[in-house]
């Protein structure tokens, strides 16, 4: 036979499928999910049965650990004696379990994540709980199974005397399944269990009033009802947990946040952490100082804060950026006949009731038949002592004892067990006080043979048993509550105010995109004047904002985005530094610009509203509060069509009347009102209707028949109009020409495009931005007052070739918010 016909073919696929199948069943019956009967995983159950059949028990004294581990290991549990040991930690630490099943002696870990000490250092024993779970396995309660290597027996579930999978509750990850049960209070669980076992028609709502929620050994606060009934009738749901905190008086009109609880499974020390971090790094404004006071007495980290902070606030901040609250997320899944299942709390009580029946009628019968073989001896030797001359002369007229046995059974019709039992009775028996003592005892094993078999033959009497156990464990037990319970889940709002400090501050945002936030003390140390603001060379400032830290600024995109942006984010600069670049601030992409920036203190004004205006002549007026979002990102703030893009965005209350001018030299004045109010990504209504190859230039509000209306050509040509010349007309038009551009061979060229405009009731300071890159200061006082249709006059010098690419406003004035 050649190699190769010893091997048979298999797809790949076949086998990894079969091995991975066969590991996870592994993975989920024997590692990570705990059985429904007990509540454990196998390692937790080896290590409490290696403790037990050990002797190290309650009443003797602690053993060292790497003792336990080694039995475990060598036994039950042919891994790593990592594994175990952290088994073994984990239920000696009571912070993580609701009872302690080991009794720990030495370092056994903290709350601050520290490890426990290496397992030669430290000693444990059994809790008094954890015998409760072992209770009666003796009695052939449970199944035993053959250990790895088929030298001893272990046990395939203990007893559990208690429901010790709701009382401890079970954290695990397996191949396809997690489990994740909490702690409960161990009087509400068996109140619970009985109720069940009396009344097996009670409802889930019945059921809450008893066990109302999980109990965490670390206390806290529950909240979300809600949560809590998905998660008992289906087995999923979601809580929070919340730290118990108090706010506290100093001296000096301070006050101290003092935390005494915090949610299960939070490690203490990352918390202080955490909100050290908050202080140092100054995202809240007003905490002094953290400290973590735990010791003997228990829990304590204390916040000391600032004088005259708002307590409350910075609390709800910390509880909204911390793990001061965080949500817990119920999956109770366990194994219910070698299946994993995900179980409601009454399919987990009726299997744990399931097996106390078993376990109780189990144990009757070991007892019912350790009773009858006592009845049965005490039967033979009552008889024995009856016909005590004869029995002795039988048995020393016999040979031996096997003679003396055989003798026994033939001649008084003992049984072999009875004469066994014969054989062995010492001289002292035969007083007259022995023989009524056995009398007696077996009067009182016949009752105990009856009392344990109306046990086997009525459901009823042993529900009673079964109930009267696990209340001796309820009395012995049983601990007050020390989770509280909190009906509806408490909406965190932090006040902007608690992580900014209040400023007015100035913000400038420049030509080439460049921003920065300024104190007002920066400001008027560098000399307290608008033009000597810091730029890039060749930069100007096109927008100067006097805002307060706690206000935003909304940023708009000439493709009708926008950005909100919080004033405290801007990154502060002296009067006299450049500033950072826009983008570096908000993720504006390269082929987009800024082209409004609005001051917004409040976004609820009732009647303000954002009137937007587009190249091609589109209006649209949407409410302000429309525009309230936190996110950081572009978010759609206009529908622009192909082609087109935003020039304007204006803030209105609903009353004005709105002028738009054209490149050709088109305007039309209309009521604000007939652009009625639309949702934030409406694509807005014709505002003007322009020839194919005009566009808009420039849109501002306008007064009532006051002041004029100022428009610039590219060549420098301007001129004012009154506002008289312009009529109301109806939204949608062609409107009034404003300027008329000069033509003809001999005649100097005024311009051949409008290039801006503007209303004005007072002079307004421009600067003129060329295709050179001139920067031509102007003011609008020096362009005359003319007819509507006048080619206006040279107001700054062009060079030949150049041309007006822009006009900005200089910022004298500061828009305010």
């Known amino acids: 036979m050649s190699i190769l016909e010893q091997f048979l073919p298999a797809f790949l696929e076949e086998i990894v499928g079969d091995r991975f199948g066969r590991y996870s069943k592994y993975i989920i019956q024997d590692r990570a999910i705990p059985d429904v009967r007990d509540g454990l995983k196998p390692v937790q159950r080896r290590i409490l049965y290696a403790m037990y059949d050990s002797g190290n028990t309650p009443d003797k004294p602690y053993r060292k650990s790497a003792k336990t581990v080694g039995d475990v290991m060598g036994n039950y549990h042919p891994h790593g004696d990592s594994s175990i040991y952290e088994g073994m930690v984990r239920m000696a630490q009571p912070w993580k379990m609701g009872h302690i099943l080991v009794d720990g002696h030495g370092n056994w870990g903290s709350m601050d994540d520290d490890p426990a000490a290496a397992m030669r250092y430290t000693e444990a024993r059994l809790s008094p709980l954890a015998i409760e779970l072992l209770r009666d396995i003796d009695k052939r309660t449970v199944m035993f199974k053959d250990n790895f290597d088929n030298t001893t027996k272990e046990p395939v579930v203990l007893p559990s005397r208690y429901p010790n999978l709701l009382v401890n509750g079970a954290s695990g990850i397996s191949a396809g399944f997690a489990t994740e ?179 109780v009628t189990f144990r009757t019968q070991y007892d019912l038949e350790k009773a009858e073989d006592r009845a049965h001896v005490l039967e033979g030797l009552v008889k024995a002592l009856n016909l005590l001359d004869e029995v002795i002369a039988a048995i020393k007229a016999s040979k031996n004892r096997a003679d003396a046995q055989q003798n026994l059974v033939q001649k008084f019709e003992f049984s072999e067990r009875q004469a066994d039992a014969i054989l062995t009775l010492q001289l002292y028996r035969l007083t007259n006080l022995e023989i009524t003592s056995l009398e007696k005892e077996h009067k009182e094993v016949m009752k105990r043979i009856a009392y344990l078999r109306s046990i086997l033959n009525s459901d009823k009497k042993l529900i009673g048993v079964i109930r009267d156990e ?59 004047e608008v033009g000597n603001a810091g730029v890039k060379e060749g930069d100007i400032i096109r927008g100067l904002y006097a805002v307060n830290t706690i206000d935003n600024l909304l940023l708009f995109t000439k493709k009708g985005q926008y950005y909100t942006l919080p004033v405290h984010q801007i990154p502060e600069f002296k009067w006299k530094d450049t500033g950072t670049a826009v983008v570096n601030i908000v993720p504006i992409p390269k082929d ?62 609903g009353t004005k009347q709105l ?149 900005i406003v200089r910022p004298s004035e500061v828009i305010q918010s």
């Open 181 to 359: 049960i909490p702690p409960h209070n161990l009087r509400e669980v068996i109140d619970g269990c009985i109720t069940v076992m009396n009344r097996p028609e009670t409802t889930l709502e019945e059921l809450m009033q008893i066990i109302k929620g999980p109990d965490f050994p670390t206390g806290g606060l529950i909240m979300g009802e809600e949560g809590i009934r998905d998660a008992y009738a289906t087995g999923k749901g979601r809580i929070y947990l919340r730290a118990k905190t108090a706010i506290e008086d100093m001296r000096g009109g301070r006050q101290q946040i003092v935390i005494t609880e915090i949610p299960y499974q939070v490690v203490k020390s990352r918390l202080v952490t955490a909100m050290e971090n908050i202080r140092l790094e100054k995202k809240v404004e007003g905490i002094a100082e953290v400290r973590d006071e735990s010791g003997r007495n228990g829990l304590r980290i204390v916040i000391e804060l600032k004088k005259d902070t708002d307590a409350n606030g910075i609390l709800a901040y910390l509880l909204k950026k911390t793990d001061l609250q965080v949500a817990y997320s119920f999956n109770m899944v366990a194994i219910v006949n070698k299946t994993p299942q995900q179980l409601g709390i009454r399919q987990m009580l009726d299997a744990y009731i399931a097996h106390q029946k078993e376990v």
């Open 470 to 528: 696990m209340m001796e464990i309820h009395a012995k037990f049983g601990i007050n509550r020390r989770s509280d319970i909190q009906g509806e889940v408490e909406e965190l709002k932090v006040n902007l105010e608690v992580m900014v400090t209040p400023e007015e501050v100035l913000v400038t945002l420049s030509n080439e995109g460049y921003m920065k936030r300024t104190s007002m003390l920066s400001f008027t140390r560098s000399g307290g």
């Open 592 to 653: 987009d610009a800024i082209i409004s920036v609005i001051p917004v203190k409040d976004f609820n004004v009732p009647g303000a509203s954002l009137v937007f205006v587009t190249k091609r002549g589109q209006v649209k007026r949407t409410e302000l509060k429309d525009y309230m979002s936190t996110r950081s990102t572009a978010i759609a703030a206009c529908k622009v069509a192909e082609g087109d893009e935003v020039i304007k965005i204006l803030p209105s209350d």
């Open 659 to 807: 002028m738009l001018v054209s490149k050709q030299g088109w305007s039309i004045r209309f009521s604000e009102s007939e652009v009625n109010p639309m949702g934030r990504v409406a694509g807005g209504v014709r505002g003007m209707q322009l020839k194919e190859d005009d566009e808009l230039i420039a849109a501002d509000w306008v007064g009532e028949d006051e002041g004029e209306l100022f428009v610039i050509s590219d060549l420098g040509y301007a001129k004012r109009s009154l506002l008289l010349d312009y009529p109301v007309q109806g939204r949608g038009g062609k409107g009034v020409q404003t300027f008329e551009f000069k033509e003809g061979k001999r005649v100097k060229p005024n311009g051949s495009a409008l290039v801006y405009a503007v209303y004005c009731k007072e002079a307004i300071d421009l600067i003129a931005l060329t295709s050179s890159g001139a920067k031509l200061p102007m003011t609008t006082e020096k362009s005359p007052i003319d007819d509507r249709r006048s080619i206006g006059r040279a107001i700054v010098p062009i060079e030949k070739n150049d041309a007006i690419t822009a006009v």
